[in-house]
């Protein structure tokens, strides 16, 4: 887990917002993966201001069966409160080991402030990603 968060705070880097003139950092990412289910490729962008996620989830082997509605994806201000919420809805992924995966996507629309973080989980039934 700590490894990840280095891995994804290494890769912070400032965007070009188009009409804006300036730069716009891209927040830390800090992806929590269940015992089923692994995110990868994730990626944080701008595009026309706003903050926009991708990427794809993938079934771990032997975990047939295993059918996620969405991620939870939170956007947590400096002062570690909740300051955004967004879901990624996932597609069906299929019951073959060759196919289990699949894209998704969602966006932020609120001001990313110097300081906040994107933290993505695969959320319990009726629950949020915990802030720590």
Sequence with gaps: MRARLLIASALVVAQLV???GYAQTIPMLVIRDSAALKVSDAHLRYEGGTLKLSGRICRRAYWFGMQPS?????????????A??????LPRLSLR??????????????????????????????????ID
Excluded: M, N
Aim: proline fraction near 7%; include cysteine; charge should be negative.
């Design 18 to 20: 188009p009409g804006a």
């Design 70 to 82: 969405e991620l939870d994806i939170d956007r947590v201000a400096a002062d570690g409160s909740r």
């Design 84 to 89: 955004e919420h967004a879901d990624a809805y």
């Design 97 to 130: 080991i060759d196919q289990s995966c699949g894209q998704w996507q969602t966006q932020f629309k609120g001001p990313i402030a110097t300081g906040d973080r994107i933290l993505l989980c695969v959320p319990r039934p009726h629950s949020h990603c915990k």
